[in-house]
């Protein structure tokens, strides 16, 4: 895999919704409080699988949404 050097800050794009998704991550965390990495990496895991699924769903919703509309 090639990666492209970066050589400024003009160049890192980030996303504007990061801030939002890495807080609420944050705060999750500090709630759950696990101890150690095998327990912060799994957490971490299971954490973003179930935002995932919970976004899937929301997408899905939308849609079904904008079908009944047409």
Same mark, same amino acid.
């Given at each position: 895999?090639?990666v #492209?050097?970066? +050589?400024?800050? %003009? ?7 990061? &801030?939002?998704?890495?807080? #609420?991550? =944050?705060?999750? /965390? /500090?709630?759950?409080?696990? /101890?150690? =990495?095998? %327990?912060?990496? #799994? +957490?971490?895991? *299971?954490? +973003? @699988? $179930?935002? =995932?699924? !919970? *976004? =899937? %769903? $929301?997408?899905?919703?939308?849609? @079904? !949404? %904008?079908? #009944? *509309? &047409?």
């Amino acid at each position: 895999m090639e990666v #492209e050097r970066i +050589f400024s800050a %003009e160049q890192i794009v980030v996303h504007p919704d990061l &801030a939002k998704i890495i807080k #609420e991550y =944050t705060k999750a /965390v /500090v709630r759950k409080a696990p /101890v150690g =990495t095998d %327990e912060i990496l #799994e +957490f971490s895991a *299971d954490y +973003f @699988k $179930k935002q =995932t699924e !919970i *976004d =899937t %769903e $929301k997408r899905l919703a939308a849609l @079904k !949404i %904008e079908g #009944e *509309d &047409a």
